[in-house]
């Protein structure tokens, strides 16, 4: 069982709202990132960080901010979310060894409804 | 365009039966594939990664297999148990992780019944 962690796992809220998504990573990893799935579809990748104060935006267009101040921290905030916002956002962490082989540890995910 | 697609979209299977799912890519170049099990609610789980030159990996019940030059994968499960349920998602990396990014299937959806 990875020791990454999202919260929180279930949130709605309204038109409007300014939120946070939670992720942290007890693994000591460099690399984090967000992806947002839809039900049926697959995973898009919104944002990633290769270490401290660094941040990418990425394949998928996000009105989403990051920021990674801490190694362990990497969380999401909408400032006003809308109902295009509603989706699962995954959080995932991976060593930064250069290996071809890395494999990206998922989180338990957070499924925002926006109404 | 870099594209994963999976077959079939979902799957019903009796319980002790065998399946096989599968995986076909157009990324280029390549770097090395991996089958995730994702469970419902939950984040995804590694199960096997192959690279170029690795044809075949297994894991427990689980054996995948990777042809290059087709560029086709698959995902066999043996005796199937009931905790199998779940959205198995195929992911190709372009390149190595440092400088890769993952592309990643629509999953095939396992529903495995007693």
């Known amino acids: 069982e990875a020791d990454i962690y999202q919260t929180p796992r279930y949130l709605v809220i309204g038109t409007g709202k300014k939120i946070t998504l939670e992720c942290s990573q007890t693994m000591g990893h460099d690399k984090m990132y967000w992806y947002q799935q839809d039900p049926g579809m697959e995973l898009h990748l919104i944002h990633y960080s290769y270490g401290v104060n660094s941040t990418e935006k990425g394949d998928l267009s996000s009105e989403s901010t990051v920021s990674r101040i801490r190694t362990e921290h990497f969380p999401l905030t909408l400032e006003s979310a809308r109902p295009s916002h509603t989706s699962q956002y995954l959080c995932?962490?991976?060593?930064?060894?250069?290996?071809?082989?890395?494999?990206?540890?998922f989180g338990p995910g957070t499924r925002l409804t926006v109404l | 365009k870099n594209q994963v697609e999976q077959s079939p979209q979902s799957l019903i299977i009796l319980e002790g039966k065998n399946c096989t799912l599968q995986c076909n890519y157009t990324v280029s170049p390549f770097s090395n594939l991996r089958w995730y099990k994702q469970d419902t609610g939950r984040g995804p789980v590694s199960l096997t990664i192959m690279t170029f030159s690795e044809n075949t990996k297994s894991n427990g019940r689980y054996t995948a297999t990777l042809d290059a030059d087709t560029k086709q994968s698959s995902l066999h499960i043996t005796a199937s148990q009931l905790s199998d349920s779940a959205s198995y998602i195929c992911?190709?990396?372009?390149?190595?992780?440092?400088?890769?990014?993952?592309?990643f299937g629509r999953g095939t959806q396992l529903t495995v019944w007693p």
């Open positions: 992911v190709v990396s372009d390149r190595g992780s440092t400088l890769g990014r993952l592309y």
């Open positions: 995932a962490s991976s060593d930064s060894g250069g290996r071809d082989t890395d494999t990206q540890y």
